[in-house]
């Protein structure tokens, strides 16, 4: 959420309470810091390419326009994993022009090799807009918004149906077919912010009457009926805490936690009368939450953390100043737990423990801190191109691998937040880390400078998978002049992953140019997908014989730097 946006809403807020304890901060704990001897025998190297498979495994890569039904001028752009892993709901979308696009949504069973393209029964002149459909976590439901932009029929609201399209239902309305909701999208008004509870039953989302503007906080079922009013506010957020109760920001700049009847349970306040909460996180497990706060006004935040039972506040544990236009990007939840990982000026601390303790980890210019996924270590980017891993007791600081330096320009496009654009990945096993690094084409050797928007066109960025004890370094994507490749998402078990490609021909020229499905244990997967009508799809998975559509396309690795390497390790 832009800083502005929410100074917007401290100005508008006006309640409080004296200061929170300042947090306990431990410095005389373990602290790590970088040093010449703390590379566990693995040495940096220039150039980053081997000719090893990993972990003799098969790769693959295929792009989607080589997948999907090809028709001129569509392209992918954007791609959601089923919760198991097994199904990839694929958006395919073709721009007519600046208010006219038209969007696709297919359904691609990886364990099948079969796709299928979900029928709404809109027709192709309907000029609309859908970023991106999402699955529910249950994985029987899926869910996108809709919007439309016209002089008297502008608004944008959640759809959700099964994933072959049956059941199809606008939340909060009578709407059961999509053109109804496109024609009616201004009576609608305006749905944001759609979150699942725990057990996919309900959701809950804000909705703003399209007549005063004025949001609310709705709960409804997870079919999208029996919509019920909560509680009002600017910029409520909601949150489930469990499956019956919610978090909400109010206008008067608290945090109350309400039931589905919006009775207040408990509230969070600031304990300065002057400041003024105005946005939250919970951990995954529910047992903190951290607080954002300000001084109407001003800039500057900072923020708070508490037990969900309202005990051990404590502040001091990040802040923001004017210069920065988001919030909540330096605090990191352990996953599945409570610990929360915050970097300050490069500086990795800790929050743990009851009583929220907080402790210096790592001391140096720490920055892109990742949590591997049993919360037992904590991958980083020291000196802009080096990652690191670390215990979150502080010991055994590795060195993983180095990657070239790609320029904030390119990460600077990929600001939507559906990209998730990271410029490294772990996967959900924690066995593999995915990142892209800027090579000199003609080389292969890693760019050590940051370059300027007008490089972009004479570097390539390939991506890299690399095993996160440093090993098997491997080359997913080829070195192309002008092409950077990022990871998209991985798949839950961490067997696939999607990303996708931008082209630089010239500084103000580029395009996204593909989006791929990469697979790790390719060796007897097939390269033809079978086109068939989704439900049977769902229904079975050894149904039907229809068209064939055939992957031939390899992905060629530019092995020049291989050589060159080799010889040099030699």
């Known amino acids: 959420m832009l800083k502005s946006i929410l100074i917007t809403m401290l100005l508008l807020l006006s309640t409080g309470i004296a200061f929170a304890s300042p947090v306990s901060e431990d410095q005389n704990s373990n602290v790590t810091q970088l040093n010449n001897t703390q590379f566990n025998n693995t040495q940096f190297n220039n150039t980053q390419l081997n000719n090893t498979q990993l972990n003799n495994t098969q790769l693959k890569v295929m792009q989607f326009e080589e997948i999907l039904p090809k028709e001129e001028g569509f392209s992918v752009s954007y791609a959601s994993w089923s919760p198991d892993g097994q199904y990839l709901l694929i958006t395919s979308s073709k721009s007519i022009s600046l208010s006219h696009s038209i969007h696709r949504h297919y359904l691609l069973d990886t364990k099948s090799r079969t796709l299928g393209e979900i029928d709404y029964g809109v027709k192709e002149f309907n000029s609309y807009s859908i970023p991106g459909a999402e699955w529910s976590p249950s994985g029987d439901k899926i869910y996108f918004g809709v919007s439309k932009v016209e002089r008297t029929n502008t608004g944008y609201c959640f759809v959700i149906c099964n994933p072959d399209g049956t059941n199809l239902k606008c939340i909060g309305t009578n709407y059961t077919d999509l053109s109804s909701i496109l024609e009616n999208i ?111 006004g001003s800039f500057d935040l900072q923020t708070y953390i508490s037990n969900t039972d309202g005990s051990e506040l404590k502040g001091k544990i990040s802040y923001y100043d004017g210069t920065e236009q988001r919030i909540l990007t330096k605090e990191y939840w352990q996953p599945n737990g409570s610990c929360l990982l915050v970097n300050q000026n490069g500086n990795l601390y800790l929050v743990e423990g009851n009583e929220n303790k907080k402790s210096l980890l790592y001391k140096g210019n720490a920055s892109e801190p990742q949590w591997v996924p049993d919360g037992k270590k904590i991958l980083f980017v020291e000196g802009k191109n080096k990652l690191y891993s670390i215990n979150v007791d502080g010991t055994n600081l ?22 998730e654009a990271k410029k490294f990945s772990i996967s959900p096993s924690g066995d593999l880390i995915v990142f892209t690094s ?18 972009c066109k004479n570097i390539a960025a390939p991506l890299f998978v690399v095993n996160s004890d440093g090993s098997n370094l491997t080359q997913i994507t080829p070195t192309i002049k002008g092409r950077h490749d990022i990871l998209r998402e991985w798949s839950p078990n961490g067997e696939r992953l999607t990303i996708r490609s931008i082209i630089f021909s010239s500084e103000s020229d580029w395009e996204y140019k593909e989006s791929s499905l990469v697979e790790f244990n390719a060796t007897n997967s097939s390269s033809i997908w079978k086109n068939m009508p989704v439900k049977e799809i769902i229904e079975s998975e050894e149904s039907g014989t229809v068209d064939n559509v055939q992957s031939n396309k390899s992905s060629s690795i530019n092995t020049s730097q291989v050589t060159e390497n080799e010889e040099k390790s030699k």
């Open 186 to 296: 201004g009576n609608i008004g305006f749905q944001r912010k759609l979150k699942w509870s725990p057990d996919s039953s309900k959701i809950t989302f804000e909705w703003e009457n399209p007549e005063n503007h004025s949001t609310k906080v709705y709960t409804a079922s997870r079919n999208g009926t029996n919509a019920r009013e909560l509680s009002s506010a600017t910029y409520p957020q909601p949150v489930w805490y469990d499956s019956d109760k919610i978090f909400i920001t109010t206008d008067e700049g608290s945090v109350d936690l309400i039931n589905e009847s919006g009775d207040l349970i408990q509230t969070f306040q600031p304990e300065d009368n002057d400041e003024k909460y105005c946005a939250f996180s919970l951990s995954p497990d529910r047992k903190k939450i951290l607080l954002v706060s300000g001084l109407p």
């Open 398 to 419: 590795t060195f993983i691998t180095s990657f070239g330096l790609t320029s904030s320009y390119f990460w600077d496009l990929l600001c939507d937040p559906l990209d």
């Open 438 to 455: 800027a090579l000199y084409p003609d080389t292969g050797k890693i760019i050590e400078n940051e370059p300027g928007p007008s490089k």
